[in-house]
C-alpha cells in the first residue's frame, strides 16, 4: 500500500513535530537541571561563606581574650604589683640574704649531709 504524496507528508510532519518536541522537552530538561545545580552551587557557596564569617568571629574573640590574658599575665608578673601584694599580706623582706646548700646522700639506709655550703652576697 502506498501512500499519497498528502499522506506521506504528513506523515514526515508529524515525525518532525514530534521529535522537535523530543527535542525541546530533552533542552528543556538539561536547563532545569542546569537551573538546579547552579541554584545548589549558590546555596553551598553562602553557606561556606557564613560558616568562613562565624570562624571569623570566632577567631576574633579568641584573639581579643589572648591579649587580655597575656596583659593580665604581664601585670601579674610586674614587680610593684607583687610588692604590693606583699605589703597588703603582711610579708616582710628578707633580712639574711645568705644562701646555704647541703649535699644529700645515703649512708646505710640513711639520709645524711654530705656536705654543707654557705654562700653570702
Known sequence: ??????????HNSRTYISSRNGAIIAFALLF????????????????????IDVLIAQQTALVREHKA?????ADAQSIQRIERYADQTGMIPVQDTSVRFMI????????VVT???EQSP
Open 32 to 51: 532545569a537541571v542546569m537551573g538546579i545545580a547552579t541554584i545548589a552551587q549558590t546555596v553551598r557557596v553562602a553557606q561556606t561563606g557564613h560558616e
Open 69 to 73: 590574658l597575656l596583659l593580665r599575665m
Open 1 to 10: 500500500m502506498r501512500m499519497s504524496v498528502l499522506q506521506q507528508s504528513l
Open 104 to 111: 644529700l646522700g645515703l649512708d646505710k639506709g640513711q639520709v
Open 115 to 117: 656536705k654543707a655550703l
